[in-house]
């Protein structure tokens, strides 16, 4: 604790006498500082023992007393002390009235005490202070170092939460609470999953204040760089102090370790992933399972899915949106002790490798979701699996991540395609530009007047060819229905004998929207 009034007036060799204030004397002194100005507000920080003997002052002045001892007070003066037996003999009754009345300390200083014994005395206790606040710090380090290679992380917020004699809580990059000490602090650390996701949006090392004065909670983010791996929730009933401060630091610095993993070790295993995911694309799960078998686990058996992930059209400046997917992925995978194989493809691409109906397709569904507003990723996933079929699978994912990308999507599976209906797939321009093209002879000759061959072309092909049910839909004769074919066929230059012809015909139909009555 730092030196405060009353550890001042206890001191033997000073012989301090309190005068006023007698219910203030538990307050800090930040430190100790002679005046004889009738103004030394100007040079006041806050927090000081003010020493004077009066020698400019008018003490004796009720008016000017109360003036005095209000603008010390005003500017965070904790205490006065008043040398007597130098100027006056004993405190005017001025000056006591008024402290009295404003409820400023006024301490009596002895002519045989000089105000630099007092002066010596502050700055040796906050000395002392900060030596104990010190030798705490790296005492707390040493705990939670020890806690940190003995335990984990969950040991080292329960540490750290007995040390600032509050709670502490773990957020993983997603801003999920992962540990938090003691248990019932998991449900007010959920309830700042805004603040920490505004915290994550912010290059690391960062920090920030959230609450009130009796619930203060300090966050802080975990990782370097740009990469923001996770944050580290304080709450205190009030502001941190040295020894705590230095707790804080050490979790900071030992957390960061724990979730930021070398790039050494990063990059190795990222070449592993990348070795392991060829291999069981070139249909060799065998020799993926002989190399990796215990890092991947049952992840190399059936049945899993695959998924591939790119940057949104339109990506925001900012971090790349894939590795911190990536990270989101791997932390879901690591709480529901599941495994994942993500492998960037470049800087564009992520091709993630998971099980299916597990926690990882689950986030990243609502990953997806959750970024599709702010233009981050687009995800194609394929249908589940078996190790054999792996490069079935890809092809998959990229299949259903086109039609993300052509349909404005932020996640397709494949499987919703193939029970869904072709005609959304041509939404396409490069589609809708054939189809004009193919049909424009016959916009062009029915805008003269001349005949609905487009009308009766649509029909013909919705009847599958039979005279007399089209002719009967478009209320003509069938040899006029068949006269109108012809000239299709002569219009076009082809034969709608061919059915490829018939099937382009239908699906250039239907890719410019045309109605039966033949209007565009």
């Not at 424009?440 to 013909?460: I, K, M, Q």
Request: charge should be negative; hydrophobic fraction near 45%.
């Amino acid at each position: 604790m730092p030196p405060t009034l009353a550890s001042l007036v206890h001191h033997s060799a000073l012989k301090l006498t309190v005068r006023a204030g007698e219910d203030r004397l538990d307050t800090p002194v930040r430190w100790a500082h002679v005046s004889e100005l009738a103004d030394p507000v100007p040079y006041m920080e806050g927090g000081e023992l003010l020493l004077t003997t009066a020698l400019t002052l008018d003490a004796e002045d009720s008016e000017a007393m109360h003036r005095y001892v209000r603008r010390l007070l005003a500017a965070g003066v904790v205490g006065l002390g008043f040398a007597i037996g130098v100027n006056y003999e004993d405190i005017p009754g001025a000056l006591l009235d008024a402290a009295r009345a404003e409820g400023l300390p006024l301490l009596e200083v002895p002519r045989r005490t000089p105000f630099l014994a007092i002066s010596k005395a502050v700055s040796a206790a906050i000395a002392a202070d900060q030596y104990r606040a010190v030798t705490a710090g790296f005492e707390a380090q040493r705990e939670l170092t020890r806690a940190a290679l003995a335990e984990g992380p969950d040991a080292v917020v329960a540490r750290l939460a007995a040390h600032v004699n509050g709670w502490a809580a773990l957020y993983d990059t997603s801003g999920t609470v992962i540990a938090a000490s003691p248990e019932w602090a998991a449900r007010r650390a959920a309830r700042l999953t805004s603040d920490v996701e505004r915290l994550r949006d912010r290059p690391a090392p960062a920090s920030a204040v959230v609450g009130g004065t009796d619930d203060r909670v300090e966050l802080q983010s975990l990782g370097t760089g740009r990469r923001v791996r996770g944050a580290l929730a304080v709450g205190t009933a009030a502001p941190l102090g040295t020894a705590e401060r230095y707790a804080v630091h050490s979790a900071v610095a030992l957390l960061t370790l724990t979730t930021e993993r070398s790039r050494s070790l990063r990059a190795a295993e990222g070449r592993l992933g990348a070795a392991v995911l060829r291999m069981m694309l070139s249909g060799q799960p065998d020799h993926a399972r002989a190399v990796a078998g215990d890092l991947y686990g049952g992840l190399l058996d059936a049945p899993f899915r695959l998924l591939i992930a790119e940057p949104s059209p339109g990506e925001p400046e900012g971090e790349p949106p894939l590795p911190a997917l990536a990270d989101a992925l791997e932390s879901a995978a690591a709480r529901a002790g599941e495994t994942v194989l993500a492998v960037p493809e470049g800087e564009d691409r992520l091709v993630v490798l998971a099980g299916d109906g597990g926690a990882v397709v689950t986030v990243c569904e609502a990953y997806a979701e959750r970024e599709a507003e702010e233009a981050g990723v687009v995800v194609g996933l394929s249908a589940p699996t078996g190790p054999i079929a792996a490069a079935a699978a890809y092809k998959q994912a990229e299949q259903a991540l086109s039609v993300a990308r052509r349909r404005g999507r932020a996640l397709v599976e494949h499987e919703d395609l193939a029970a869904g209906s072709v005609l959304p797939l041509l939404a396409d321009d490069a589609v809708r530009a054939f189809a004009d093209g193919m049909l424009r002879a016959l916009y062009e000759h029915d805008a003269t007047g001349r005949g609905d061959l487009v009308a009766s072309l649509r029909a013909w092909l919705s009847r599958h060819g039979q005279w007399d049910a089209a002719a009967a839909d478009l209320g003509v004769h069938r040899h006029t229905l068949r006269y109108r074919m012809r000239r299709v066929e002569e219009i076009l230059g082809r034969s709608l004998d061919d059915p490829d012809v018939r099937m382009e015909l239908w699906l250039a139909l239907k890719a410019t929207g045309a109605e039966a009555s033949g209007e565009r």
